[in-house]
């Protein structure tokens, strides 16, 4: 390495880069990488318990509700009286929070009594009710 001195001699610039203060700085940038390292990968070491992550999911009871042209309701396939439906289905809601309500209701069914057969499920507590229908073109 060549080092310039005071004198007048030689009067040629120095064409050498001067690393020893880079170098410094890395030994710096170095040390603080070394000791703040350990500190952001630190954790609490916890034995977490082993279990399954699939979904334990039980499908809601459904119940199926249907209404003939007639106007005759079953539950289930079984024969209903009208006057019984709400209590029916408050019982139901009672042992199944999260029940179905099934709706099959005939085409030519008066929508006052959908409408009737509805407010009575919703003032049971039934939350969830499907209308079943057929897709079109299918065999009846």
Request: avoid cysteine; hydrophobic fraction near 45%.
């Amino acid at each position: 390495m060549a080092f310039g001195g005071f004198s007048q001699e030689g009067g040629g610039d120095m064409a050498e880069i001067n690393v020893i203060p880079l170098v410094d700085i890395m030994l710096v940038l170095l040390v603080i990488f070394i000791i703040t390292a350990p500190v952001i990968t630190h954790s609490v070491k916890v034995d977490l318990p082993r279990v399954s992550h699939e979904r334990n999911e039980v499908p809601p009871q459904a119940v199926t509700l249907s209404l003939d042209a007639d106007g005759a309701l079953y539950w289930d396939q079984e024969p209903l009286a009208a006057e019984s439906l709400e209590s029916r289905l408050e019982r139901a809601v009672a042992e199944q929070p999260e029940l179905e309500l099934h709706l099959r209701a005939d085409q030519h069914t008066p929508y006052e009594r959908l409408a009737r057969i509805l407010t009575q499920a919703r003032a049971a507590g039934v939350l969830r009710i499907g209308f079943i229908t057929e897709p079109e073109g299918g065999a009846r």
